[in-house]
């Protein structure tokens, strides 16, 4: 077991570029979560994928965000067009499904963007 | 809707000297709690939970938080702090049902004075 895995680590793009990250979760987790996290916030949420179906999504992922979680194994979150209140955190999250009560959400290290 | 509320941005302690970081929620069910903690450049580890049963939940690296239903708070302790100690930490709630995911406070930054 070697965690979640997010890369890159760190992505620097202008205004108007598209730029994808990758989360790699923990091998039998079939839940996936996407948080973005600003300078001074906490972590938000933006999506979460079941296997691959993606049965949840913030407000906050506008027009411009993409996730996709092909086969249920890794995922990939995109952003088009991206203008710099894009810069944040983000952060890609994993767990199994609990039979009952909850299970811990493990987070990977996060990809920092930064729009110029 | 769920809240959480971090009244504290920033507390400095002397290094030895015992901690209390605040968190208030607002939840209408019996809510999971969670401390988590940030250092530098890395992602979120979790430092304890509660779900249930004793209100006095311990954790990793010393840790110890105190759920009071009545106060709305989880508040997260140590008795004596280490200069490592030094980080961001956030208390979070989890939607008992459903995809359970966790709403996070604005976290309270720790610096540790020698």
């Known amino acids: 077991d070697t965690g979640v895995s997010q890369n890159p680590r760190h992505k620097i793009t202008k205004r108007g570029q598209n730029v994808t990250f990758r989360c790699d979760p923990i091998?039998?987790?079939?839940?996936l979560y996407w948080y973005r996290q600003t300078l001074g916030q906490g972590p938000e949420f933006l999506t979460y994928?079941?296997?691959?179906?993606?049965?949840?999504k913030s407000r906050l992922l506008s027009d411009r965000f993409s996730a996709e979680r092909p086969k249920g194994s890794f995922s990939t979150l995109e952003i088009q067009r991206t203008e710099q209140g894009d810069s944040a955190m983000y952060l890609c999250?994993?767990?199994?499904?609990?039979?009952?009560?909850?299970?811990?959400?493990?987070f990977g290290p996060g990809t920092r963007l930064t729009v110029l | 809707a769920q809240s959480v509320t971090q009244p504290d941005i920033h507390i400095t302690v002397s290094e030895g000297a015992s901690l209390e970081l605040r968190c208030n929620y607002s939840?209408?069910?019996?809510?999971?709690l969670f401390w988590y903690v940030q250092s530098p450049g890395q992602g979120l580890q979790l430092l304890l939970k509660?779900?249930?049963?004793?209100?006095l939940v311990q954790g990793i690296k010393g840790f110890e938080a105190e759920f009071k239903r009545s106060q709305s708070s989880f508040n997260l302790r140590k008795p004596s702090v280490h200069w490592s100690d030094a980080a961001e930490y956030f208390c979070?709630?989890?939607?008992?049902?459903?995809?359970?995911?966790?709403?996070f406070g604005t976290g309270t930054r720790l610096l540790v004075s020698p």
């Open positions: 994928f079941q296997n691959e179906a993606q049965l949840e």
């Open positions: 939840y209408g069910a019996t809510p999971y």
């Open positions: 999250a994993s767990s199994s499904k609990p039979g009952t009560g909850y299970n811990e959400q493990f």
């Open positions: 979070a709630v989890a939607v008992a049902t459903g995809f359970q995911k966790l709403v």
């Open positions: 091998s039998e987790h079939n839940r």
């Open positions: 509660y779900f249930s049963g004793d209100t």
